[in-house]
């Protein structure tokens, strides 16, 4: 089986990463004007009861096959990494067949009762089969990732983008004629499409791996250990089981934000038609915009884990320290630029991208904790990676009840709204980075250089000022030539301080085109 340094690895994801948050804003500015921001809402409520859902099923599987299956690959135990496979889907495919059965039982309860709009009913009747299929994908995807070998993730990934957006729109444009909520479930559809595209990628790409594998599990069989089945379960749980607290305490949330949202904003006086469509504005237009550069830091925290389960292991911590530390500097230099261009260009990237010129003070809200977002996810990676996801889940949960509480205070007042919410969320968003880093630097005694920061806190507002300076000045009547003009130059000042100052050389560029040429070829 192939397998791929933690870079190479990285930046496969990364490739892909980027190509499938580039193509998921084809959905992302055609939805809302197909549905109007009333329909994206309808379709944004389901999600956060489907995260609940996935997070009971997968949530620290994949991390724990990842995490299982990296270690018996350093001790080339071939029987071993087949045996936490077959248990990792026994356990999942149960769990899928166990709340697919309660949804569908429960469906009108859940959708007059626990959700703020009824009519959601046939976008979460679509939304149910898509939760075993996710959840064996979460298991595949576990496994290669566990042998560094991030093309399977890669390919299927952006399979299923592909797939999602032609279905999604597709089904939204030709079922909206019967009402916005069925164009909502049109929509959810196409991602039950696209979900199953990349499934059987997935197990295409599995197929050709046990092929080549095949010689080597014989040659090996005999001298490797026996893992009981007990002993496995107990292992496996013992890691995945912190793991899907911390990531049930934000997925409940996450819920539970949704609700709090529209119920506060019930209560500050709006209806629910309109509450429904700004969730939707924010959940759907504002956020993915946010988490456009993430695309860096998810690959980051994907290879992250497997490289430093393996390292632990090893208990090398000169490697550790290495890995954290490359990480989390990437983080910071590649989304410090998109926090920069999200606050200052805020109002025209949502009137070109949505049509809609009302949602970019939200966007503007968001902007300045975006870096803290691109921070956090490494972080968190690490947590989980050398066994302390215990900590995750505390500094997960004191973040939670915070952002609750302040949504039920400050976005049931009248005069605050919607921002309110915001605002919460944004507190949350710094505070949980701020407590994974503090747990970070407790558990390995780390630390990151001081003036690395401040060169990135430069550079970001130099580049900020020169892309206000082109957008603000009326040097001509062309709207878009000014906004792609601040964009442009903000994008290559930045990029130029940084590699003035060190933070970027000419080696490191040269070294990632030459990976890149290779991931082209080998992909």
């Known amino acids: 089986m192939s397998k791929q340094s933690f870079i190479k690895g990285t930046l496969i994801l990364l490739a892909a990463g980027l190509v499938n948050r580039l ?280 290879s992250l884990i497997p490289s430093l389960s393996e390292a632990a292991a090893r208990k090398d911590m000169d490697t550790i320290h290495k890995l954290l530390r490359q990480s989390l500097r990437l983080a910071l230099v590649s989304g410090a630029p998109f926090g920069v261009l999200m606050y200052v260009l805020a109002d025209p990237i949502c009137v070109y991208l949505y049509n809609q010129p009302n949602v970019g003070v939200l966007l503007k809200m968001m902007a300045p904790v975006a870096v803290f977002i691109y921070f956090q996810a490494p972080l968190q990676a690490a947590l989980q990676a050398l066994d302390r996801p215990g900590s995750a889940l505390v500094n997960t949960l004191i973040g939670s009840v915070i952002k609750l509480g302040l949504i039920a205070l400050l976005a049931s007042k009248p005069e605050l709204g919607i921002k309110g919410a915001v605002f919460a969320i944004n507190v949350n968003i710094v505070l949980v980075t701020l407590l994974h880093w503090s747990s970070v630097v407790r558990a390995l005694k780390f630390s990151m250089n001081l003036p690395d920061f401040v060169k990135i806190g430069a550079a970001m507002a130099v580049s900020g000022l020169s892309s206000y300076a082109v957008m603000a000045v009326g040097w001509t009547d062309s709207g878009w030539i000014r906004f792609l003009s601040s964009a442009a130059l903000g994008m290559t000042v930045y990029v130029m301080m940084v590699v003035w100052m060190g933070l970027i050389d000419t080696s490191d560029v040269q070294r990632m085109k030459r990976w890149g040429r290779k991931i082209w070829r080998r992909t």
């Open 23 to 302: 193509l998921g804003f084809v959905p992302r500015i055609t939805l809302p004007r197909v549905i109007g921001a009333e329909g994206v809402g309808l379709y944004q409520i389901v999600w956060p009861f489907l995260i609940v859902v996935l997070t009971f099923i997968t949530g620290g599987i994949p991390v724990a096959v990842a995490k299982l299956v990296a270690e018996a690959e350093a001790e080339r135990n071939e029987r071993r990494i087949r045996s936490i496979l077959k248990l990792a889907l026994a356990i999942t495919c149960s769990l899928s067949v166990l709340f697919t059965a309660l949804c569908l039982i429960g469906a009108e309860w859940i959708t007059t009762r626990l959700m703020t709009d009824d009519r959601v009913y046939y976008t979460f009747l679509c939304m149910i089969p898509i939760i075993g299929l996710i959840g064996v994908s979460s298991v595949f995807r576990g496994y290669f990732q566990g042998r560094q070998n991030m093309i399977p993730t890669a390919t299927s990934q952006t399979a299923e983008t592909i797939v999602r957006i032609i279905m999604m729109l597709s089904g939204a444009y030709v079922l909206l004629p019967y009402g916005v909520e069925v164009a909502a479930a049109g929509a959810m559809l196409g991602v039950l499409a696209g979900e199953l595209a990349g499934l059987l990628l997935l197990l295409y790409h599995y197929r050709e791996s046990v092929k080549a594998s095949a010689p080597k599990v014989q040659a090996t069989i005999g001298t490797s250990t026996s893992v009981r089945r007990l002993s496995g379960l107990r292992r496996m749980l013992k890691i995945s089981v912190p793991i899907t607290g911390s990531k049930l305490v934000g997925a409940t949330s996450y819920l539970l934000e949704s609700i709090f949202i529209t119920q506060a904003l019930a209560v500050a006086g709006i209806s629910t038609a309109m509450a429904t469509a700004q969730y939707g504005a924010l959940q759907g237009m504002v956020i993915p915009i946010l988490l456009l550069p993430s695309a860096l830091t998810s690959s980051l925290s994907v």
